[in-house]
């Protein structure tokens, strides 16, 4: 996802702002108050909720915003099983 992103960045116009890590959330490190959003996709049940939470709380500028996203599951809705295989 990180090249997905890094391309579209490089469309925007003005200079680039946009700064990429791969870590594990419990294992990356960042300056207090340093981003206006946070975001976690599907994976925030796996992780170490409390710890990930602790570490957001202290990353984000006061006004920021935690964001958590996520999808349905495969089993949400009234779909048989062969018709989303289809």
């Known amino acids: 996802m990180i090249s997905v992103v890094r391309l579209k960045a490089a469309t925007l116009p003005g200079p680039p702002h946009?700064?990429?890590e791969i870590a594990a959330a419990e294992d990356l490190t960042a300056p207090?108050?340093?981003?206006?959003?946070v975001v976690i996709g599907n994976a925030f049940h796996r992780l170490r909720r409390a710890a990930v939470a602790?570490?957001?709380l202290r990353?984000?500028?006061p006004?920021?915003?935690?964001?958590?996203?996520?999808?349905?599951?495969?089993?949400?809705?009234?779909?048989?099983?062969?018709?989303?295989?289809?």
């Open 18 to 20: 946009w700064e990429f």
């Open 32 to 37: 207090e108050r340093s981003f206006d959003l």
């Open 54 to 56: 602790e570490r957001v």
């Open 59 to 61: 990353w984000l500028r």
């Open 63 to 86: 006004g920021g915003h935690p964001a958590l996203l996520w999808g349905g599951s495969p089993t949400d809705g009234d779909a048989t099983l062969s018709s989303r295989l289809a």
